[in-house]
């Protein structure tokens, strides 16, 4: 076991809410049920001392916005864990950490470097900040049908064309567990004097087995936003934000933080990020490496059924996979001749399995601190079953290549807040979106906030609903309208100054 030089296995964070419960104390003070007397029913489903320890801030508990006593000793504890120099607990997820670092590294008008594949909580941490995003393409496999990482060099040619980048925003690992090589690219960046902000949702665990890919942190990142919620043993909608270096202000983050996250965290989910803490302190090797094995295991058996393809090792070294996460277990079945929409839906009314994301080739599967052969095994036998039912082996569905990023004619911000009007999709061409169409696969925007809409855009995005993709991001789910901008704009020809000006 690890030695630490603070004691982590304090919970000083649930050590003060325990105490307060133990003394009985009157509560004249919100929340209004109590400590479950005003909401039995409630009370009954959850537990009494889950609703006695649904407190709020006060002297002895400390306040979030700004700790002094228990918060900030329990935030002490996780960035120690992490190799940080800060850790913030979040209670509105990793969305809010990841808008956080993007405000705390950017102003109105500074420019981001950012993968295409990012998550839409980054695009809106673009909207509230007003920075300009300047999007690297990550590769595609295609016949996984997904996103890969970002390349050094794709990294060196964006900083190379662009000198006045503000920021490097990554991701790692993507959802479906590919790492880009984030040591090289953070000291790409660092050399340029520009910070490096991850999104680490899917990489709370990674810290805890040199066999998984490099954490953020390891790979000297100046900030990471990580969903303890995820792998990481906390309750849904806990999170952590890391930040180290003194590239970014640690007094800027908090600001940020006091700016956009709740006056009133919920202590339930505060105390769960002190417990997580304590576990993966304690016992996060063991368990994660035992993660590690099942997988491993699990994966062993799956590649033995007919018609299933585990996306694995076997990609590291094609460009954008630097490393590969196996803990997520990643099947295309396109050999059944059946889609991963299909293959959810089967699992879960036949077999009561629910799998963590399905698109139109692929499912994902996490294995956890909270498996064991218990819950693999009826795994590994309902897709036996699964395979069994389909003798054919045609593959009956293709990857669709992604039309070209579109052009950019005013930033995500100024889209949001312009004047708006909703239209039907296959009128839009030559418009400009103020909303963002994002598909699964791969995971990427097809347009963002502030770019044209084009005939190409409008076809890809006909196609993908025929074949019954996921399609996230108009405020019509049906994606029949899509809310543009009033006003039609052009780019011009600024001869003086040989820029473009949007008129």
Known sequence: MKIYPQDQNKTPLLSALLSYMQDETIPFHVPGHKQGRGNRELTELLGENCMQIDLTCFDGLDNICNPVSVIKEAESLAAQLYGADNAFFLVNGTTSGIQAMIMSVCNPGDKILIPRNAHKSAIGGIIVSG??????????????????GITPEAVINALENNSDIKALFIINPTYYGIASNLKAIVDIAHTYKIPVIVDEAHGAHLKFNKNLPLSAMEAGA????????????????????????NLISR?????????????????????????????????????????????LWAREEIQKIDGL??????????????????TKIVINVRELGISGYEIERILRKEFKIQVELSDLFNIILLVSLGDSESTLNPLIKALKDISGRYSLRNVIKYFIPLPNIPESVVSPREAFYDE???????????????????????????????????????????????????????????????????????????????????I
Not at 222 to 242: E, I, P, V
């Open 131 to 148: 920075a300009i995003p300047v999007y690297l393409e990550p590769e595609i496999d295609e016949y996984m049908g997904v996103a890969m």
């Open 222 to 245: 100046d900030m990471a936003a990580s969903s303890t919620h995820k792998l990481g043993g906390s309750l849904t909608q806990s999170s952590l934000l890391l930040h180290q270096g």
């Open 251 to 295: 007094e800027k983050i908090k600001a940020v933080l006091n700016l956009a996250q709740t006056t009133s965290p919920s202590y339930i989910l505060l105390a769960s990020l002190d417990v997580a803490r304590k576990q993966l302190a304690t016992n996060g090797q063991e368990m994660i490496s035992e993660a590690y094995r099942l997988a």
């Open 309 to 326: 393809y585990l996306l694995g090792e076997d990609v590291i070294g094609q460009p954008g996979c630097f490393d590969f996460d196996p």
């Open 420 to 502: 708006t009007k909703n239209i039907q999709l296959a009128d839009a061409e030559g418009e400009i979106s103020a909303e963002m169409i994002m598909a699964y696969p791969p995971g990427i925007p097809i347009v963002c906030p502030g770019e044209r809409l084009t005939r190409e855009i409008i076809d890809y995005v006909n196609i993908l609903k025929n074949e019954n993709a996921i399609l996230q991001g108009t405020e019509d789910p049906a994606v029949e309208k899509i809310k543009v901008l009033t006003r039609r704009l052009v780019l011009v020809q600024n001869g003086e100054k040989g820029n473009q000006q949007a």
